[in-house]
């Protein structure tokens, strides 16, 4: 079993939960960079918002749909190596998007780092969530608001640093990650890890047969959700209201979204173990549409804007670390791949369906493409509603 500590950490308890939030701060920053650099990149390359659309989909694949494969071989080799390595790789190759001289490199510049940020996952959400950890919604929710402030952190930075000295500051954004890349390594506990298996054997089908599939579907509506905003925003305050690609709105509106979703991590975690994990997951998906819908018929900038902005983050992600403890109760054999399952391959299926979302904009408009992504949050609390009725052991 993986949750076995063959070595304790330099680090242990609340500090290693807070260095572990401070990684993932640093790494989802870095990941950020993608869509900051969207409007840039569509101006540089002439990109029409189905290439666009495209890009966001490769990104989201190769940082998503590989959590599960990585957090099985984590478990084989050890969870500190693989993680120290996707920071490491997440770090260099995302950097060097902004000075990427053509649309190959960009490609594959986010395949390359895209994998790296994925391995991250799975390992920080299994230490994060073990089961010496008192509140385990809680440990994974801590983990999940720290990459989500760095998700918000890093358009603003990115935006900010474009604006003052231009795209060719990106590369030295790799400083940081490649310095804590070491630090996973010397610092975090070494787990017991499973013995090498077979290429086949890490690849496990039966997650996405059972119950842990299922959450995997609700996990991916969410997750589109989650991307339409984040990829479509800023192309929308630029078509629909003439900003500048650089304009700070942008950075701004993507941080309050993601402060909050980071805010609604650990708001799931705190309640979870009070209301149950079934009203937590259901409750905030079936309402988080309210919030979403309204930034498009609201002013941009306004503090109604921003009101809704922040309440439809927090209702996004407020099932977010439940999803990940229920999946890794559903699956006790493997935990880091259940986690990376409803992590990656989430977030890889929603990517695939964004692509379909561009071409709906294409023909619909933007804002009514849009509305559609952001209306998907609906079928994802009935799906979870109904694995949880199904199990109620994990509902608990």
Same mark, same amino acid.
């Given at each position: ?13 609340? *500090?290693?939960?807070?260095? $572990?939030? $401070? ?25 029409? +918002?189905?290439? #666009?659309?495209?890009?966001?989909? &490769? ?18 080799? =050890?969870?500190?190596?693989? =993680?120290?390595? =996707? ?30 940020? %994925? %391995? ?44 003052? #000295? ?16 070491? %630090?996973?390594?010397?610092?975090? +506990? ?22 842990? =599939?299922?959450? /995997? ?77 309204? &930034? ?18 927090? #209702? &996004? ?18 935990? %880091?791949? /259940? ?12 990517? $695939? ?12 408009? $933007?804002? *009514? ?9 609906? +079928? ?14 994990? /509902?608990?």
């Amino acid at each position: 079993m993986p949750h076995v500590i063959k070595r304790p950490g330099v680090i242990e308890g609340t *500090a290693l939960a807070v260095f $572990l939030a $401070l990684v993932h701060t640093v790494n989802d920053a870095i990941t950020a960079i993608l869509g900051a650099l969207l409007p840039t990149l569509q101006v540089r390359f002439d990109a029409g +918002p189905s290439l #666009l659309a495209i890009m966001v989909a &490769v990104w989201w694949i190769a940082s998503s749909v590989t959590q599960p494969l990585l957090g099985a071989l984590a478990e084989d080799l =050890g969870l500190r190596l693989i =993680g120290a390595l =996707g920071v490491l790789f997440a770090a260099i190759f995302l950097s060097l998007v902004g000075v990427a001289p053509s649309l190959v490199v960009v490609f594959f510049l986010i395949v390359v780092g895209g994998i790296g940020s %994925a %391995a991250l996952h799975p390992v920080g959400t299994t230490v994060a969530g073990g089961p010496t950890v008192r509140n385990r919604a809680l440990g994974v929710g801590f983990f999940t608001a720290g990459g989500m402030i760095g998700f918000a952190l890093g358009p603003v930075l990115i935006l900010y640093l474009i604006a003052e #000295l231009g795209t060719d500051v990106t590369p030295w954004l790799m400083i940081p990650g490649v310095l804590l890349a070491g %630090a996973v390594y010397v610092l975090l +506990p070494e787990w017991e890890p499973h013995g090498r298996r077979p290429i086949r054997d890490l690849i496990s089908l039966d997650l996405l047969r059972g119950p842990v =599939g299922m959450l /995997a579907i609700a996990g991916s509506l969410t997750s589109l959700a989650f991307i339409t905003f984040t990829s479509s925003v800023p192309l929308w305050l630029v078509r629909e209201h003439g900003r500048a690609t650089d304009d700070p709105l942008i950075g701004w509106t993507l941080a309050a979204f993601s402060l909050a979703a980071g805010l609604g991590a650990l708001t799931g975690g705190v309640l979870a173990p009070r209301l149950g994990r079934r009203t937590v997951m259901v409750g905030s998906l079936s309402t988080a549409p309210i919030p979403l819908l309204a &930034v498009l018929a609201l002013d941009p900038g306004s503090v109604a804007f921003f009101a809704a902005t922040f309440l439809a983050g927090v #209702l &996004v992600y407020a099932s977010n670390p439940v999803k990940v403890v229920v999946a890794q109760d559903l699956a006790p054999h493997a935990p %880091a791949a /259940a986690s990376g399952t409803i992590l990656g391959v989430t977030a890889g299926i929603a990517g $695939l369906l964004y692509v379909g979302l561009g071409r709906l904009q294409e023909l619909a408009g $933007l804002t *009514a493409g849009m509305a559609m992504g952001f209306a998907m949050v609906i +079928p994802a609390g009935a799906v979870a509603m109904a694995v949880l009725l199904r199990h109620p052991e994990a /509902a608990r």
